[in-house]
């Protein structure tokens, strides 16, 4: 499969759950029962940061296990990093910003890649080699829908997967906008939630998400439940 068609079957993906929760393990054995509990509520996807340590054998356990959900790997930072994503079996890896070595990198060996960017430099450098999903970080700092929007009109080609921000109650103003195919969100998958094994509580979050993203494309207002935050 070309990096072209790798892309657009991700953007396809990505654009069914509208939401893809960012996950921080400390454990590695926490990754089947968030991955099970996630699915189980109607999200197919799930991007495991590197944040820790954990990462690699979350991703494995997760791809060995709970092989319907897409995995992804996020905060890759260096081409090592990427290189031990692509190995634990991610789908695709996603960066906070563009560092053309990393991104180069992975293109070079078709895993599709979606690096950051919050300025039109850094789209046309994602233009340049062939893409256009890219992720949009900070979203909610650096302008949110309102910059998004601004970029419509010289980049009607880009597609977004806005994170840092995203909540529950502002994700629909982005899933309204044609160039957004999904939001990135901590709130699922708190590390007070997941350190206390309340996997009933994920399966919820992802429920009331899933059902927000269809209100969301219907048009309608969604109506969250209240979560609890990072403390």
Not at 37 to 49: D, K, P, R, S
Not at 100 to 112: E, F, M, Q, S, Y
Not at 213 to 223: F, N
Request: aromatic content about 4%.
């Amino acid at each position: 499969m070309s990096a072209g068609a790798a892309e657009m079957d991700l953007a396809a993906a990505l654009r069914d759950a509208g939401v893809v929760p960012v996950v921080t393990l400390t454990r590695p054995e926490q990754a089947v029962p968030v991955a099970e509990a996630l699915l189980a509520g109607g999200l197919a996807c799930v991007e495991i940061t590197f944040r820790s340590d954990a990462a690699p054998a979350a991703i494995e356990a997760i791809r060995a296990r709970v092989p319907s959900l897409l995995v992804g790997a996020g905060t890759i930072l260096t081409v090592a990093q990427a290189d031990t994503a692509m190995a634990a079996g991610a789908s695709f890896l996603v960066a906070p910003g563009f560092n053309p070595a990393v991104v180069d990198h992975v293109l070079d060996r078709g895993i599709p890649m979606l690096p950051g960017v919050c300025t039109p430099s850094e789209i046309e450098q994602a233009l340049a080699r062939g893409l256009e999903l890219v992720k949009f970080f900070p979203a909610a700092a650096m302008g949110g829908v309102a910059f998004l929007r601004a970029l419509a009109g010289p980049y009607p080609m880009l597609r977004y997967v806005p994170t840092g921000g995203i909540t529950p109650e502002n994700a629909v103003e982005y899933l309204a906008l044609r160039s957004v195919v999904a939001v990135g969100g901590t709130w699922l998958t708190t590390q007070d939630v997941v350190a206390a094994g309340e996997w009933a509580t994920i399966t919820g979050l992802a429920a009331d998400a899933a059902a927000m993203v269809r209100r969301a494309r219907d048009g309608a207002a969604p109506r969250p439940r209240d979560v609890r935050q990072p403390g």
